[in-house]
């Protein structure tokens, strides 16, 4: 969560790195993301974010919201695209930290063809 007016913001273009802790500087294709998040009201903020591969894109907008009571709640909508196959996702979150009791909540509804990147070493 953001103050109304301050902004957050990551920009990367970089190589992929394969057969990481295997080979030394083995780079694949190149990889750019951007996330950019500003603090709408004192109990609002918004996110834009996107991934892009050669093969593969994908978009995400959410929105997080602060809840005196309840505690932060985030929604997210987000597209994709890999090989000319589309894909959505929807998510929601719901986080409180208590004094006695805290609890936290997510859940994800993709369509079949929702493509996440997935730049984990093999």
Excluded at 84 to 89: K, M, Q, R, T, V
Aim: charged share 20%; net charge negative; no cysteine.
């Amino acid at each position: 969560m953001l103050s109304k007016g301050l902004q957050h913001y990551s920009y990367e273009l970089r190589f992929v790195r394969q057969d990481f802790g295997i080979k030394s500087n083995d780079y694949g294709p190149l990889f750019g993301t951007g996330t950019h998040r500003v603090g709408i009201t004192d109990d609002f903020s918004g996110e834009i974010h996107a991934e892009l591969l050669e093969d593969q894109q994908t978009a995400d907008v959410s929105g997080s919201f602060l809840w005196p009571a309840i505690g932060a709640t985030d929604l997210a909508v987000a597209v994709s695209r890999r090989d000319s196959n589309a894909g959505g996702l929807i998510s929601f979150d719901l986080d409180h930290l208590g004094q006695h009791v805290s609890y936290g909540f997510h859940t994800e509804l993709t369509t079949r063809r929702f493509a996440q990147t997935e730049l984990i070493a093999r």
